[in-house]
């Protein structure tokens, strides 16, 4: 199998990426997150991304795209903005993953217990439907300890939200 692995940060990557070179499946990274604000919090983790791929030997494509408009402008729910996130960012993977000969798509999002697991895992398998490639499901979540442990040790950003503009003004608020 030859598997396009989303990231949607590199501490959050570092888990998922580890079972997957243990279990010897061939993949590379797939760094789209138009989701992530302000412009400098999308360069860092971007940067963190970039030297985590370089250290693992991980081939990497990164996708520039930064919605601002788009997400300043969402007003609906917190699981309508949700929705609207996975499937911008699942729908590119399935879709790049598609023309670029992999044979399935997964995303390290299904390392965190704080993201929506059962929605992601839902719209995954609605894009492998929608492009005819495969959703890789994995609950990475029991390593998600050890992954941000590791980030720890390696120096790596951790972030304190999720990355979108609602989520950002909350961790202010609270903070």
């Known amino acids: 199998m030859r598997l ?87 729908s590119k993977t399935a879709r790049f993953a598609k023309e670029n000969g992999f044979n399935a798509f997964s995303t390290t999002l299904l390392v965190s217990p704080y993201q929506k697991h059962d929605l992601i895992k839902e719209l995954g398998e609605k894009f492998s439907k929608d492009f005819g490639i495969e959703f890789y499901y994995r609950d990475f979540r029991p390593g998600f300890r050890e992954g941000q442990a590791r980030a720890k040790e390696l120096g790596l950003y951790r972030q304190k939200y999720c990355g979108c503009i609602k989520s950002l003004n909350r961790q202010r608020i609270f903070n």
Request: glycine share 4%; with cysteine; proline share 5%.
């Open 4 to 90: 396009l692995l989303h990231m949607c940060c590199a501490p959050c990557a570092l888990y998922p990426a580890g079972v997957l070179q243990d279990e010897k499946i061939e993949f590379e990274g797939f760094f789209y997150n138009p989701n992530i604000h302000p412009i400098d919090e999308f360069n860092r983790r971007k940067e963190n991304v970039e030297i985590f791929s370089k250290n693992k030997g991980i081939k990497t494509t990164y996708a520039d795209d930064f919605l601002q408009n788009d997400w300043e402008n969402f007003s609906e729910s917190d699981d309508e903005r949700c929705k609207m996130c996975y499937s911008l960012r699942l």
